[in-house]
């Protein structure tokens, strides 16, 4: 019997945690395999004391070295099986200096990148692929030249069943936020167009279960101050922020319900 395998398809270190934590901790509890490709080695992130990328005292190298011994500790805390590291530059946010460089991830041909994830692709042999969307999210270049080398690799190998698009519900955010509101606190104001609208989610998986896991592996982290933003929450955000991450499904070679809860629905024995 073809051991059941989940490939999650991420930018950077960190990256892993914030919407796929609890499906990664899920899913290896159940005793399916769970498969981490961090695409960059985040040469872009924070240095010590939150050092930028181009101010004084930002080194590249020790960033890195930091950064994949966060990564290893953080996939430990959800019980991830393999990570994988395709070992590219990071681009750094959009705008930045870094999306120059001809060595960074964003710039290195598809075709290039697109291989180098088809050939895990082959190893592994996934059912489940989960990655970005076409705008990475956020629009980081990264992320959706992540986007790109998946549906690329998910297309030329044939190999996986279903491929997901990671989503944060609309209606989901503006709660989160009015609740935070409730309480007293400020985080700014929510961008109209922020978010996945609530009638492209396909699939809410419930992870609530994880969410100490989930919490610890962002913890893990802890060099790249923008990730903590979460963690500033209350506790009971938390868990309303952690407790579900949401999907779009978007291609199955398998029938299912149209509304799912689960990544695996049609492939359990």
Same mark, same amino acid.
């Given at each position: @019997?073809?051991?059941?395998?989940? @490939?999650?398809?991420?930018?950077?270190?960190?990256?892993?945690?914030?919407?796929?934590?609890?499906?990664?901790?899920? =899913?290896?509890?159940?005793?399916?395999?769970?498969?981490?490709?961090?695409?960059?080695?985040?040469?872009?992130?924070?240095?010590?004391?939150?050092?930028? $990328?181009?101010?004084?005292?930002?080194?590249?190298?020790?960033?890195?070295?930091?950064?994949?011994?966060?990564?290893?500790?953080?996939?430990?805390?959800?019980?991830?099986?393999?990570?994988?590291?395709?070992? =590219?530059?990071?681009?750094? @946010? +959009?705008?930045?200096?870094?999306?120059?460089? $001809?060595?960074?991830?964003?710039?290195? $041909?598809?075709?290039?990148?697109?291989?180098?994830?088809?050939?895990?692709?082959? *190893? =592994?042999?996934?059912?489940?692929?989960?990655?970005?969307?076409?705008?990475?999210?956020?629009?980081?270049?990264?992320?959706?030249?992540?986007?790109?080398?998946?549906? +690329?690799?998910?297309?030329?190998?044939?190999? !996986?069943? *279903?491929?997901? =698009?990671?989503?944060? $519900?609309?209606?989901?955010?503006?709660?989160?936020?009015?609740?935070?509101?409730?309480?007293?606190?400020?985080?700014?104001?929510?961008?109209?167009?922020?978010?996945?609208?609530?009638?492209?989610?396909?699939?809410?998986?419930?992870?609530?279960?994880?969410?100490?896991? *989930?919490?610890?592996?962002? *913890?893990?982290?802890?060099?790249?101050?923008?990730? @903590?933003?979460?963690?500033?929450?209350?506790?009971?955000?938390?868990?309303?922020?952690?407790?579900?991450?949401?999907?779009?499904?978007?291609?199955?070679?398998?029938?299912?319900?149209?509304?799912?809860?689960?990544?695996?629905?049609?492939?359990? !024995?």
């Amino acid at each position: @019997m073809t051991e059941l395998t989940l @490939m999650a398809v991420h930018a950077h270190p960190d990256d892993e945690v914030i919407s796929t934590g609890g499906i990664l901790a899920r =899913y290896a509890a159940e005793g399916i395999r769970t498969v981490l490709v961090t695409c960059t080695n985040g040469d872009q992130g924070d240095g010590a004391g939150g050092v930028k $990328p181009g101010d004084d005292g930002h080194d590249e190298v020790a960033v890195v070295a930091q950064r994949l011994a966060e990564l290893q500790e953080s996939a430990g805390h959800l019980g991830i099986h393999h990570v994988e590291l395709l070992g =590219y530059r990071d681009s750094g @946010m +959009d705008g930045w200096d870094g999306n120059a460089h $001809p060595s960074a991830f964003a710039n290195i $041909p598809l075709a290039e990148s697109s291989a180098a994830l088809a050939a895990l692709i082959e *190893k =592994y042999r996934p059912q489940v692929i989960v990655t970005y969307d076409e705008n990475g999210g956020y629009g980081h270049p990264d992320h959706i030249q992540a986007h790109r080398i998946a549906v +690329d690799a998910f297309t030329s190998t044939g190999i !996986p069943d *279903k491929l997901y =698009y990671t989503a944060i $519900p609309r209606s989901g955010i503006r709660e989160t936020f009015e609740f935070v509101r409730s309480l007293g606190l400020d985080f700014g104001e929510l961008p109209e167009e922020f978010g996945t609208p609530d009638e492209l989610v396909t699939s809410a998986v419930d992870v609530s279960a994880f969410i100490e896991q *989930k919490v610890t592996a962002l *913890k893990a982290h802890a060099s790249q101050t923008e990730s @903590m933003f979460l963690l500033q929450l209350p506790e009971e955000a938390q868990r309303r922020v952690f407790a579900t991450e949401h999907f779009i499904r978007q291609q199955s070679r398998v029938e299912g319900p149209e509304q799912e809860d689960d990544l695996f629905a049609g492939l359990r !024995p």
